[in-house]
């Protein structure tokens, strides 16, 4: 068989654009992960072929699939990056676990781990293949997850495993990483939304915002509430929450900012594709406000019909256990005042900063 591109591979948008030296067999290892037959390859030079032997993704040996995923940089300039690959390849091996399917198959080796994205500065994403293809990638994870195509051009993809399957894989995530001493405060915070919209649900003791007092867990809300009449979500632009290290923030300055006593910031971090796709937001809604989703205008009802599937949804329903109120008690009088609330920090230099300002009931329903 012959092929004839309609591109010059070496032009900026040819299909050698992504490799680190402009060879077919750096193009070959990239998009064919594995293969039942050996792969000879002819490079414009070459007076040998190189040969790619056979490999299975669901048999390989963790740091084979790494490999596989990953290659080895054998450039003699790049074997300071080639030394950090394999520290990385290490800690893949201590951290990944499988994905299976029904019957026990292996249908995906990864790992949540998020460290692996900033020491390898953006190099080790996570790859959804379509029968031994390259189809998609995602910060989501290290590793890869087998795919289906999502559109003809296979280049987007979904996951073979269903909810269950992935809810499964999630779990013994964050079982090793516990096991293995990984599972600290920052790693918390980044993987609290992913977590929350498999389960509906987090650990008790899992992060997931900040207070003046330090890093607030689920098991925590209870009696942080009791002790106050009144907490402000603070979910404006002027400040932020970075999870390395844990800390809220002047976003545009950059400046760490104190917050008042009553505060609450969220680290909000959406789940990535393919997650998100798997684990819709719509998936933990509140049923029983469902009507509102056609409110012509943004009753409270509607804001909740909305809000519960996130960690929101996860603070409000711990704060109404905590006040013995319901969640119109605490939403109904944000949409009196037009969902306008706003607070100023002790810092005159900044804005006021915008949010919801849950007041505790005298009365509650």
Known sequence: MRVRLKTNP????????????DRVGQLIRR????????????????????????FALATGAPEEVFDRLY??????WRAGQEKQRLQLRDAFVERATELVDGSGRRIGLATLWTDLNY??????????????????????????????PSRASRDKASLVAGQAQVRQWLRTQEQQLRDIGHFGNSVQLELASTLH????????????SLTAQGLLRPADVAAWAAQRTEVFLAS???????????????????????????????FLRAPLPPFAGVFPDILNRDAEYEFARNHPTLTWEKVWWRMPGGLYGLFLRALCEAWLCTIEDLLAPLEQRHWSDSLALDDEV???????LLQRPDNPS
Not at 10 to 21: E, H, M, N, P, V
């Open 10 to 21: 070496y032009d900026i948008q040819g299909l050698l654009r992504r490799t680190s030296g």
């Open 31 to 54: 998009l064919v992960l594995e293969n039942a037959v050996p792969i000879r390859i002819w490079e414009p030079d070459a007076t040998q072929p190189e040969t790619i032997p056979p």
């Open 71 to 76: 290659p080895p940089l054998t450039d003699s």
């Open 119 to 148: 020491q390898g500065q953006g190099n080790f994403s996570g790859v959804v293949p379509v029968n031994g293809f390259l189809a998609d990638q995602t910060m989501a994870f290290a590793g890869y997850l087998a795919g289906q």
């Open 197 to 208: 919209s498999a389960f509906n649900c987090l650990s008790d003791d899992i992060a997931f």
């Open 236 to 266: 404006g632009p002027n400040v932020a929450a970075r999870a390395r290290p844990p800390q809220v923030y002047h976003y545009l300055s950059g400046q760490n900012v104190e917050l008042p006593d009553n505060w609450v910031v969220f």
């Open 350 to 356: 900044m804005d006021p900063v915008w949010g919801y």
